[in-house]
């Protein structure tokens, strides 16, 4: 199975903007996608943006225009650059490979804070 490493995330004030990566060695050769997802302090899991290996991306209408997912396929890297952030994109973040069978992995962080 494919294993997935986070980082960034952090606090920032509103307005602010911050960038998640999330590695995923061999998930091109898998043929995953990589998805972000969100949780925030009592409240269900939700969806928040896909990147296909076609680059074709989707994202939840709260944070369109405000998110960019990308993908650096040479480095195994997806990353989320969020910016002009809100009080109510305080999350954990986590980000999940999907696809084929060998591709339902989840990640466990990271935790992004965002203050008003």
């Known amino acids: 199975q494919v294993q997935l490493v986070e980082s960034g995330g952090g606090s920032v004030q509103t307005g602010g903007a911050l960038r998640l990566s999330c590695t995923a060695p061999?998930?091109?050769?898998?043929?995953?996608?990589i998805e972000w997802y969100r949780q925030a302090a009592g409240k269900q899991r939700e969806w928040v943006s896909s990147i296909y290996l076609d680059d074709s991306t989707a994202y939840t209408a709260s944070v369109r225009g405000r998110c960019i997912i990308s993908q650096d396929k040479a480095k195994d890297t997806v990353y989320l650059q969020m910016s002009s952030m809100k009080p109510e994109d305080t999350a954990m973040y986590s980000c999940r490979t999907a696809g084929p069978p060998t591709c339902n992995t989840w990640g466990q962080g990271p935790q992004v804070t965002v203050s008003s």
């Open positions: 061999g998930f091109t050769s898998h043929n995953c996608r």
